[in-house]
């Protein structure tokens, strides 16, 4: 099974990132606008596209303030894998390790998403350093 990964160093401490990671309120900072959780089960839904797409992602692990891990419920392709965010601080900047594992297979739609999540991982380091980038899924779609 195919994976994505990504690794970033972010100019924050793990703190800061952490709850970027662990929450709807967190994600619709850096990833998609319309968010909702649950706050009895943590269960997040990502609404794309005015919801012509919905992403429903459970916690399996909420960490803080160095793991979060999530579960997707629903997705194209996406049901079944797991995202992961990981953070590692030394040095200098925190480390943010990425996964969104376990894809059935390689195509064309996880190569997009390999690239999307690439672009996301900026925006939670633009976010988590204070610079506000909003997020790459607004109400009307992508920002570009």
Known sequence: ?????HSIPIDAPP??????????AGFSKWWAADTTENPSTGVVDLGFFNRSTLYR???????AP???EWLCQTGKEWAG????FKLTKKDGPTLLQFAHAGWQSDT???VACNTTWGELMYRLKAAAEGKN???????????Y
């Open 1 to 5: 099974m195919p994976d994505i990964r």
């Open 15 to 24: 703190e800061r990132i952490h709850p970027l990671t662990a929450s709807g």
């Open 57 to 63: 992602v459970q916690p399996v692990r909420i960490a």
């Open 66 to 68: 160095l793991e979060a």
């Open 81 to 84: 894998t797991k995202l992961s």
């Open 108 to 110: 064309d739609y996880f």
């Open 133 to 143: 980038p909003g997020p790459l899924f607004s109400a009307a779609g992508m920002d």
